[in-house]
């Protein structure tokens, strides 16, 4: 909360307003004033310079790359190395003269540029001795390198380039079905400072390495089982919104929203996945999951359980059970045959899921909900209808039972809507 | 970490950073060149490949005769009942033949005597052992199979393999450094005509 009103314009010019409406004296101001630094200049996230700054440095970054790769083989190997060198050093020098002279942003894009040049030298100097190791090894020195000054500043840019280099770290050990035991301790840092520091685009990153860490995981440990991926990737989608609470303390409710619905979006995708006939029957020629797997599934049960039931939360359960569900008739050797009768079952589930919308909408007076379940009811029309195209009978008698549903639920929703409206009218004259 | 011990701890975590950083670098440094210090030279045949790496350039991919081993055509001690996983630990015996250095034996120990490289395992196809003695094809990685060049040399030593079509004495040769250890590292790559 404190690095939120540092140095912030907004809050210098609401103790102004508070001194003039006399809700504290002129003194109480000072002390305000002082201890947010609020006659300093405006932080970082105020300025959209510094944003263009860095932009500007990562730039810079990738200059320096591209000169590298051009390889400067006929020069001496001092020459080559110092064209890594030199720019470090001289990022350090000027870090280091802005951090004694309290210049923090100035500093902080410093020794953020220190830390893309320190990725440059590692894979220069692999350059110039060929060094034809493990090749994510260099990306795993380069994010260690970057860690304490990511440490220290706890900002959205140090933190960005983290995740960017774990994903791209993390990604290229997939192909090889490899599993390095230092990416739980890795990620684990980076959920820390996130939870420290905040940050919208840091938090979809971290959603977006938890994600690759699971698969990486799944598959180095386990062997590869691609057929595991829906359940595996609804499971961590689950997990994600049953977390995302934790760092609720730096986002607006606005923004926990609108991501909690990316991810629930997400899980009704894979549910939608899964009233297909073919989808199915894939699904039920799974037998086993890796314990991984079932471990992520009890991990998210147990956090919804044991915390303050969020709606999302709640929303998102009722749509990962039947998709777990199904994935379990597979375990459980159900025969493929019966595919077909377990498609419909998904569907009347995920028709239920709509209807319970809907008739939560209109309860609730929440017209939001409300339109969520009938945009689900559309949705499954229409995919429905494209997946039964040969079967016109069929479809043109469920479009007819969607058009009377949505005809009756408006003519509902109008007449509870007018009968409130005159309650409150009635109300309001007595 | 609670915010008072970080707040203790945190005038140090800036020069802490720059040295760490330095010292990953220095160490990179130390260890490719230890092999360019105390190593002997050892010449090795190479077929090349050229791609490019996003960070590092272009490069002339070196592949040996050991890169991909028959297992029933080479001296071994590998479990006949395992299949060796990716960055397995292996070492390759070599021996003079004329000008070069070839692969005479792959043992799970490093050798008593003579030169030997230090190798990973990438890939494994194990089939039935023949003669109590593992059997299938190994590929395997010793750290020296790509030489970072500009673009016109890395296409020029990838140009010369293709020239060995029509001209096979042409020989593209890794002069590779190796320490006693069987850590190696490629000094320089060249092209000889026999």
């Known amino acids: 909360m404190e690095n939120f009103l540092q140095r912030s314009p907004r809050f210098r010019r609401e103790i102004g307003e508070w001194v003039q409406t006399g809700i504290i004296t002129p003194e109480q101001a000072q002390l305000l004033h002082e201890r947010y630094q609020l006659d300093r200049e405006a932080p970082w996230y105020a300025q959209s310079g510094f944003v ?40 350090y020098a000027v870090g280091v003269y802005y951090h004694t002279k309290r210049v923090s942003d100035k500093a902080e894009l410093a020794f953020f540029f220190s830390s893309l040049v320190f990725g440059g030298n590692i894979f220069l100097q692999a350059q110039i001795f060929h060094i034809s190791a493990y090749y994510p090894n260099g990306l795993l020195w380069w994010i260690l390198g970057a860690l304490p000054f990511a440490v220290y500043y706890r900002s959205t840019l140090h933190n960005l380039l983290l995740h960017v280099l774990y994903f791209i770290w993390v990604s290229t050990q997939m192909p090889l079905g490899q599993f390095s035991w230092m990416s739980p301790i890795l990620l684990a840092t980076l959920l820390y400072l996130l939870w ?33 991926f829906p359940l595996l990737f609804s499971a961590i989608t689950f997990l994600c919104i049953v977390a995302l609470p934790l760092v609720h303390k730096h986002y607006s409710k ?22 297909f006939k073919d989808a199915t029957a894939e699904i039920l020629t799974i037998h086993s999951f890796t314990p991984l797997t079932y471990g992520i599934i009890a991990a998210a049960l147990f956090g919804f359980f044991l915390q303050k039931k969020e709606a999302m939360g709640i929303y998102s359960l009722a749509v990962f059970a039947p998709l777990f569900g199904i994935h379990l008739l597979g375990v459980l050797h159900v025969d493929k045959a019966l595919s077909g009768l377990v498609a419909v079952m998904a569907n009347i589930l995920f028709f239920g899921y709509a209807l319970w919308h809907i008739i939560g909408g209109l309860q609730e007076r929440v017209k939001s909900r409300f339109m969520s379940g009938v945009f689900l009811v559309l949705l499954l029309a229409i995919v429905r209808y494209m997946d039964y195209f040969e079967s016109y009978v069929m479809m043109s008698i ?19 809507a007018s009968t409130l409206q005159t309650e409150a009218t009635d109300g309001v004259q007595a | 970490m609670n915010t008072t011990k970080f707040l203790q ?31 002997r030279e050892v010449r090795l045949l190479v077929e090349t490949r050229d791609p490019r790496d996003l960070f590092r350039g272009d490069y002339a991919v070196l592949r040996y005769e050991f890169s991909s081993l028959r297992l029933d055509s080479i001296a071994n001690d590998l479990d006949t009942a395992t299949t060796y996983r990716f960055g397995d630990e292996l070492f390759l015996e070599l021996r003079q033949q004329g000008n070069y250095y070839r692969a005479v034996g792959l043992w799970r120990t490093p050798p008593q005597r003579g030169e030997f490289l230090q190798v990973r395992v990438e890939n494994h196809d194990r089939i039935a052992p023949t003669q109590h003695r593992a059997a299938g094809v190994i590929s395997l990685r010793a750290g020296i199979e790509e030489y970072f060049a500009n673009t016109a040399v890395a296409q020029r030593l990838d140009s010369l393999i293709s020239a060995r079509g029509t001209n096979p004495n042409i020989r593209v040769v890794a002069y590779v450094m190796l320490t006693d250890d069987g850590a190696a590292r490629i000094k320089d790559v060249s092209y000889t005509v026999d």
């Open chain 1, 398 to 416: 469920v479009f007819l039972l969607c058009s009377g549903l949505l005809w009756g639920v408006h003519t509902w929703w109008n007449k509870t």
């Open chain 1, 52 to 91: 263009l700054k860095a932009v500007a440095l990562v730039l810079a970054g990738m200059a320096l790359f591209l000169f590298i790769a051009e390889n400067w083989d006929s020069f001496p190997l001092a020459a080559r190395a110092a064209t890594g060198i030199v720019p470090l050093l001289c990022s």
């Open chain 2, 9 to 39: 701890w945190r005038p140090y975590i800036i020069p802490i950073a720059i040295v760490f950083q330095c010292g990953i670098l220095a160490g990179m440094v130390v260890l490719a060149m230890r092999p360019l210090v105390e190593g």
């Open chain 1, 254 to 275: 606005a923004v926990q929203q609108r991501v909690a619905v990316l991810l629930h979006g997400m899980l009704l995708a894979f549910f939608l996945f899964l009233t």
């Open chain 1, 196 to 228: 420290q520091s905040g940050g919208t685009l840091v938090l979809l990153l971290a959603i977006v390495n938890i994600y690759v860490f699971f698969m990486n995981a799944n598959d180095g440990l386990f062997a590869a089982h691609v057929l595991d």
